[in-house]
């Protein structure tokens, strides 16, 4: 069974740092994208950015709301992708999802989640 | 970047209707456009890929259609574990986007 399981959300001032982690068993972590994602309270998804696998070149991209203060990264020994955030702010108050590609990976067009995670906390407030 | 659009917002049904939930892009995305069913505090599920691909494990009475700017996703006779919100996403282009939702109550 494919499974995604996400950690390190929580309480963070605005302007500081955190780390999430999405850690993955029961697919070909190595050559698969993954995707992050996000929900405010009470709101829709919004796709914050991926990272594509070895194969295609490790390749990153990112909503304008996250470039330059989100990287995501992955490291496939451990199975894991990384969400590191910095500059936090309120708006970034949210449940942040983790997503697997169902076809593994490839050049767009034709980004689809077949997995997703049970989503990670994070609440940025003072 | 492509807008998508759903409508309606909301819907109240009753077990055993047919419901249409239609999803507009603001530009051709061919058939890159995926459907989402999420229930509250879990992760969203797939349901209906590349417009009108029934995901593995998905009820048939859920069906997609549409391509180009236009699309529908149709629960032929809704029951009561449907009752959820639903989202359109456009996977032809980055930023991906999704539409707004729909929820579907009683």
Same mark, same amino acid.
Request: hydrophobic share 30%; charged share 15%.
């Given at each position: 069974e494919?499974q995604?399981?996400?950690?390190?959300?929580g309480?963070?001032?605005?302007g500081?740092?955190?780390?999430?982690?999405?850690?993955?068993s =029961?697919?070909?972590?190595? @050559?698969?994208?993954?995707?992050?994602?996000?929900?405010?309270?009470?709101? =829709?998804?919004e796709w914050?950015g991926?990272i594509?696998?070895?194969g295609y070149g490790?390749?990153?991209? $990112?909503a304008a709301?996250a470039?330059?203060?989100?990287?995501?990264?992955? @490291? @496939?020994s451990?199975?894991?992708?990384y969400?590191q955030?910095t500059s936090?702010?309120t @708006? %970034?108050?949210?449940v942040? $999802?983790?997503?697997? %590609?169902r $076809?593994g990976d490839?050049?767009?067009? =034709? %980004?689809? $989640? %077949?997995t997703?995670g049970?989503?990670?906390?994070?609440?940025?407030?003072s | &970047?492509?807008?998508?659009? /759903?409508?309606?917002?909301? *819907?109240? !049904?009753?077990v055993? &209707?047919r419901?249409?939930?239609t #999803?507009r !892009?603001? +530009?051709?995305?061919?058939?890159? *456009?995926?459907?989402? +069913?999420?229930?509250?505090g879990?992760a969203p599920?797939?349901?209906?890929?590349?417009a009108s691909n029934? /995901?593995?494990?998905?009820?048939?009475?859920?069906?997609?259609?549409?391509?180009?700017? &236009?699309f529908?996703?149709?629960?032929?006779?809704? +029951? !009561?574990?449907?009752?959820?919100?639903?989202? #359109? +996403?456009q996977g032809?282009?980055t930023?991906?986007?999704?539409g707004?939702?729909t929820t579907? &109550?009683?």
């Amino acid at each position: 069974e494919k499974q995604l399981v996400e950690s390190g959300g929580g309480l963070v001032q605005p302007g500081r740092s955190l780390r999430l982690s999405c850690t993955a068993s =029961g697919f070909s972590f190595f @050559d698969s994208a993954m995707t992050w994602f996000r929900q405010a309270p009470g709101k =829709g998804l919004e796709w914050v950015g991926f990272i594509r696998s070895r194969g295609y070149g490790v390749k990153t991209e $990112y909503a304008a709301s996250a470039k330059g203060r989100f990287t995501i990264s992955r @490291d @496939d020994s451990k199975s894991t992708v990384y969400l590191q955030m910095t500059s936090l702010r309120t @708006d %970034d108050t949210g449940v942040y $999802y983790c997503g697997r %590609d169902r $076809y593994g990976d490839h050049n767009m067009p =034709g %980004d689809v $989640y %077949d997995t997703w995670g049970q989503g990670t906390t994070v609440t940025v407030s003072s | &970047d492509i807008q998508m659009t /759903q409508s309606p917002s909301s *819907l109240s !049904a009753s077990v055993g &209707d047919r419901v249409t939930i239609t #999803c507009r !892009a603001s +530009q051709n995305i061919r058939t890159y *456009l995926n459907w989402y +069913q999420q229930k509250p505090g879990q992760a969203p599920k797939l349901l209906i890929y590349v417009a009108s691909n029934l /995901q593995s494990g998905v009820s048939s009475r859920f069906s997609g259609s549409g391509s180009g700017t &236009d699309f529908t996703l149709t629960i032929s006779s809704l +029951q !009561a574990e449907d009752f959820a919100t639903y989202y #359109c +996403q456009q996977g032809y282009s980055t930023p991906i986007t999704f539409g707004g939702g729909t929820t579907v &109550d009683i």
